[in-house]
């Protein structure tokens, strides 16, 4: 037990392998996992690591999860340079469009939410925390959060020098 395990049912959750997780799925063996003996909740780690990737979670809770990343945040970001403000598009400003989509997104839903921008990740959000995530972007579309992205940037720019002009600054 470490300070890095995270939480659930108020205790630590025990480092585990995939082995006792997912026994039929021997590829998975080798990889880390976080279990919570108290409601068999769990959750992964990042590759490489016993690093966790959020709190664990038990079947209902999973759902949620995955529900909101695959159809509430994920579509907000994945195809941003698609949202009709973007005319010129190489392969390699797509990837930027998304990425910087990504990280607007999150801070957009960290400051809906009352919450740090550390906080805000999926794998970390409760039931309650899902549903709050779920009903702040319900409606919200990218031009919306990239708006609301630029006029924060442009407050806080204010008043140092002259707005940059590399690329990366239209987007
Ligand atoms: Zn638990």
Known sequence: MSTDDPLCCGRSA?????????????????????ICDACKGYCGTHRGSTRSLGTPAGPALRF???????????????????????????????????????????????????ISEQDCHVGMFDMT?????????????????REWARRRDAVERRPSAPTPRDSIAAI
């Open 14 to 34: 025990r480092l585990t392998t995939g082995a006792e997780i997912y026994p039929r799925q021997p590829h998975l063996h080798g990889r880390h996992f976080y």
């Open 64 to 114: 949620e999860r995955q529900h909101l990343h695959a159809h509430v945040i994920d579509p907000l970001w994945m195809e941003a340079e698609l949202c009709g403000a973007y005319e010129d598009k190489p392969p390699r400003v797509v990837h930027q469009i998304r990425k910087r989509a990504r990280q607007r997104v999150y801070e957009f839903l960290a400051d809906r939410l009352g």
């Open 129 to 145: 925390r899902c549903a709050a995530a779920a009903e702040a972007l319900a409606g919200v579309d990218y031009p919306q959060i």
